[in-house]
């Protein structure tokens, strides 16, 4: 009997056909995966010198310095964030995280508004992203 049920318990049923229980994990679960992705930290990484350079800062050393100060700043954060992680919990840094690369986007996007780029809203915007 016991063998039956496990059975039916494996595969592709299980994540076809779950119980309310692993629904509820496999929403998310997913979720998760789709806002990491959606966020696009990776290439806001890969493509921040062109950002950078786009938003006026054009002097290779003052770009690798704000890049160096970027690094850091994020380092800085990551170790807050796994502090907080045991005392705030998952989700709620996690909503914070999401609102935060929002408004740290919509910052980061006025730098390129107008006639001369503004690299204080690139830099101020950025450093918030890598913050979140």
Known sequence: ERER???????????LFPT???????IVGV???VAQQAVGIDAIQYY???VLEQSG???EKRRLGVLMLLGVLKLLFVIVGSKLLDRRG??????????????ACVLTSFS???KGSNAVFAIIGLS???SF
Do not use: C, H, Q
């Open 5 to 15: 049920i496990a059975e039916k318990a494996v595969g592709w049923n299980m994540i």
């Open 20 to 26: 309310p229980a692993l629904r509820r994990m496999l």
């Open 112 to 114: 390129f508004f107008g």
């Open 57 to 59: 800062i054009e002097s």
């Open 90 to 103: 998952r989700r709620t840094l996690l909503f914070v995280s999401l609102l935060g690369m929002v408004g």
């Open 31 to 33: 979720g998760t995966a």
């Open 128 to 130: 918030l992203y890598l």
């Open 48 to 50: 921040l010198i062109d």
